[in-house]
């Protein structure tokens, strides 16, 4: 699977984006997917992903607990597309988001993920 992220941007705090992950492939609809971000000097954290009844996981949505009630992650398997919703953006949302995707992740760490998207930067500031 190759991944292609975009919709990065400029944005207020409070405001919101929703970035896109376009991906091709025919098996796209049996992978997990997966959001990732990192900041200037940390390391890549988990911001949303979901798993499929056959992965690990088995068919649910995950959540880091900083983002919980304002991300929404989904997939369109018909479009070969996954989204990330984000409202009430705040400046520590700053990162470059990854999107990412694996037929057989053992876990949603950074590693268990083999393909991944370029990255889009999303910036929050007034």
């Known amino acids: 699977v190759q991944l292609q992220a975009s919709g990065g941007g400029l944005v207020q705090p409070g405001g919101s984006l929703r970035l896109s992950c376009a991906a091709s492939g025919s098996r796209f609809s049996f992978a997990a997917v997966g959001w990732y971000r990192q900041a200037p000097g940390k390391q890549r954290e988990l911001v949303a992903a979901i798993t499929t009844a056959i992965t690990w996981g088995g068919g649910s949505t995950y959540y880091a607990d900083s983002v919980k009630g304002r991300f929404t992650i989904s997939r369109d398997n018909a479009k070969n597309m996954v989204y990330l919703q984000m409202n009430s953006l705040k400046p520590e949302d700053t990162a470059v988001y990854y999107c990412?995707?694996?037929?057989?992740?053992?876990?949603?760490?950074?590693?268990?993920?083999?393909?991944w998207g370029q990255g889009t930067l999303v910036t929050v500031s007034s």
């Open positions: 990412a995707a694996d037929e057989s992740p053992r876990g949603l760490g950074a590693t268990d993920f083999g393909s």
